[in-house]
């Protein structure tokens, strides 16, 4: 079972021989690992090492892949509650985001395999309900592959499943637009970050939550909205939650953008993290996440299937592909792209 060092834990046994990216021997087969040993792998700059043992449930089996939507559509369906009453009351039950999120948060320590989880909600529900979600996730995701505490990871998935809900008080004929919006359309839908704030606000104590709304706009440089915060102004939970949301958006389809292929946007979000998202932040989501891709089918720009087998050390975004009994090193073929991801 191929693991992240940082998931590693003292007792783990190696199934291979783990090297450096220099060749370095580091440990050997069959070691049984200390606390030492998983400093070691980190010193030496190994990402990824293989254990012994059984592999965790993925999304991938019938069973658990009808538990993993059951638990979707729960959580989308609570969402929408939630988006009604802060319509309507303006404010909402908080103890009922916390009955909402905390069994799904549950569920996601059981599933690694995050690119699953996010095929998996690749529907055609309310984008507005699939969106907090997604970030709901993927903010729980970050955080713990930053090291957050199982509390913190819990108040900043919390945020991130909120930081929409300011758009209840958005017309529904802007907010589903097919067309470009106008400038004055596109300053009130800007107005959700605060509209979020005040709700937030109206409905708990926590100030983070309410500030993850108000700031999750913000970029680094200075050239996001409401306030044109820069780094150092914006806080921590709002920079990581800056990251699921552009992915989340980016991936998925609405009526006025296309949804883009996961990989490719992960490049993009590479590229924001020169300046515009908190870079430490992005890398994290990145180095976890593109493990997920291997063994996923693909459809390549030439109509043919394939799949993904290796990343590639020289361009983590173009990996290794084997289709028709061929392999096709993308990262060399600069011609041929990746379309579309499914499930394996």
Not at 233 to 238: D, M, S, T
Request: charged share 20%.
């Amino acid at each position: 079972m191929k693991v992240h060092v940082t998931d590693l834990k003292p007792g783990d046994f190696l199934k291979e021989d783990t090297f450096s990216n220099r060749g370095i021997h580091i440990l050997s087969k069959g070691a049984q690992l200390r606390e030492d040993d998983i400093n070691r792998l980190m010193l030496h700059g190994v990402d990824y090492v293989d254990i012994e043992g059984p592999a965790q449930p993925t999304p991938s089996t019938p069973s658990v892949v009808q538990a993993v939507t059951t638990q979707f559509d729960q959580t989308i369906e609570g969402f929408e509650s939630l988006y009604l009453e802060a319509l309507t009351k303006g404010s909402f039950n908080q103890s009922m985001v916390d009955d909402i999120l905390k069994p799904l948060l549950n569920s996601l320590d059981q599933n690694k395999d995050v690119v699953t989880l996010l095929l998996l909600l690749d529907r055609d529900d309310d984008y507005t309900y699939i969106h907090s979600l997604q970030v709901g996730m993927l903010t729980y995701y970050i955080a713990s592959w930053l090291g957050y505490s199982k509390k913190e990871c819990y108040e900043i998935s919390r945020a991130g499943y909120l930081l929409d809900i300011g758009k209840c008080r958005i017309p529904a004929a802007i907010l589903k637009k097919p067309g470009k919006l106008t400038p004055e359309e596109f300053q009130e839908v800007q107005r959700h970050t605060t509209y979020g704030y005040e709700i937030i606000r109206n409905s708990m104590s926590n100030h983070s939550t309410a500030l993850v709304a108000l700031q999750h706009h913000e970029r680094e440089d200075g050239s996001g909205y409401p306030a044109k915060l820069v780094k150092a102004e914006i806080h921590p939970y709002a920079q990581i939650a800056a990251i699921a949301d552009v992915y989340s958006a980016m991936t998925t389809s609405r009526v006025y953008q296309s949804k883009q292929e996961l990989i490719s946007v992960l490049r993009e979000l590479h590229n924001l993290g020169f300046g515009k998202l908190n870079g430490k932040s992005v890398q994290a989501f990145i180095q976890h996440l593109m493990p997920n891709f291997i063994g996923k089918r693909v459809l390549l720009s030439t109509g043919d299937m394939g799949v993904i087998i290796l990343n590639n050390s020289t361009d983590v975004f173009r990996p290794l592909v084997q289709s028709g009994g061929r392999f096709i090193d993308l990262s060399r073929e600069r011609n041929l792209a990746i379309v579309e991801i499914y499930m394996d």
